[in-house]
């Protein structure tokens, strides 16, 4: 007889948890999970191989501990005057994200974020030993100084997540928004900037909030504007002190030689990689412009996709897209469904069966 879960010794804040997880389903089109679903481009790839094969050629050993070259090549792409020492890196924003929890949340912490935002937020405090406290968004997902400022300063939680653009919605954050919660606070404020690449030229990032704000942390991702999912890289820049945090909790050699190999390959040709941003936001665009013509509601968006509502009923409209090979998200938001911006011919599928709805 298979035991079941609940028969299981498991900790028991995280009884009746589900994983995180979107269907993994083999479509033709699945714009479902904010992937870039460009290809890496050739001299890219070829690059990154003979990177690979060279860390082959000591895979006995272990690798650099402190994934020195990659931390270098973070801070180059990043700017700002940012230096190695202020660089952290690991499998993935979301075990940079674990780490920070490890270091600065745990029992008998809390963690803060403004709902709705990223689903893993919540998932990673918890499973980490803390408590998350949902705070609120406006009625059209903004934040105001005021409003997080207060919201923050009467949960007074260690650790305050900003999601910047936001997901699952795109909404911009404003970077005065971002001082006022810092100032409001008195533990951790992580702004994920996990969408940055997709926001206008013209802005600011967080980074540029960095000097002086020795508690501020700035996340980015590799996933997106790099074509990099299934390579599993993210980062973060903050205080050299925050970096020795980190190292405290993290597995020794937690980044392999072939994903620091991989990922020092692909900065490389950070412009290369960057020419499909531009492309990938003209189709948000056009979605955000067609569903518009449809009918529905396009919400503002900064990032990769572009949140809708007005949908009588996401479940069957979801439903109907899939029939038609057409993977998208509900992501649990009444009268909304959130899709990704991809190619121009998974962008032109997705609208002609949205029409066909």
Avoid at 87 to 112: C, D, K, M, Y
Avoid at 138 to 166: H, K
Avoid at 233 to 259: K, N
Avoid at 284 to 293: G, K, L, Y
Wanted: net charge negative.
């Amino acid at each position: 007889m298979t035991a079941r879960l609940e028969d299981l010794p498991i900790r028991d804040d995280l009884r009746g948890l589900t994983p995180y997880g979107a269907p993994q389903v083999p479509l033709p089109v699945a714009l479902n999970v904010n992937e870039n679903t460009h290809p890496v481009p050739p001299e890219v790839a070829d690059d990154i191989l003979d990177g690979i094969g060279q860390a082959l050629g000591e895979i006995n050993r272990y690798p650099d501990r402190e994934f020195t070259a990659l931390r270098e090549g973070f801070a180059d792409y990043l700017g700002h005057s940012l230096t190695r020492d202020q660089i952290w890196a690991a499998n993935g924003s979301n075990e940079v994200l674990q780490h920070v929890l490890q270091a600065f949340g745990g029992p008998g912490r809390t963690a803060f974020g403004f709902a709705p935002t990223y689903s893993m937020y919540p998932l990673l405090t918890r499973a980490t030993g803390a408590e998350f406290l949902a705070g609120v968004r406006g009625v059209d997902y903004t934040l105001s100084t005021e409003d997080a400022a207060a919201q923050v300063d009467g949960a007074r939680p260690d650790i305050v997540f900003l999601c910047a653009p936001n997901n699952p919605t795109g909404t911009p954050l404003p970077l005065d928004v971002i001082e006022a919660v810092y100032d409001a606070s008195h533990g951790i404020v992580i702004v994920d900037e996990a969408y940055w690449e997709f926001a206008p030229r013209e802005e600011r990032s967080a980074l540029t909030l960095l000097p002086g704000r020795e508690r501020l942390v700035v996340s980015r991702t590799m996933s997106k504007a790099f074509a990099f999912a299934g390579a599993r890289v993210g980062y973060l820049a903050a205080d050299p002190a925050v970096i020795d945090a980190l190292r405290l909790v993290r597995l020794p050699y937690h980044l392999s030689a072939l994903t620091q190999a991989a990922a020092s390959a692909a900065l490389r040709h950070a412009p290369t990689m960057l020419q499909m941003v531009d492309e990938i936001v003209a189709q948000r665009d056009r979605i955000s412009a067609t569903v518009e013509a449809l009918g529905y509601t396009p919400h503002e968006s900064w990032s990769n996709f572009v949140l809708f509502s007005g949908v009588e009923d996401p479940a069957a409209t979801w439903q109907a897209l899939y029939d038609q090979g057409v993977l998208i998200r509900d992501v649990g938001i009444p009268r909304s469904l959130r899709v990704s911006a991809g190619t121009e011919q998974e962008t032109t599928a997705f609208l002609d069966a949205l029409a066909s709805v």
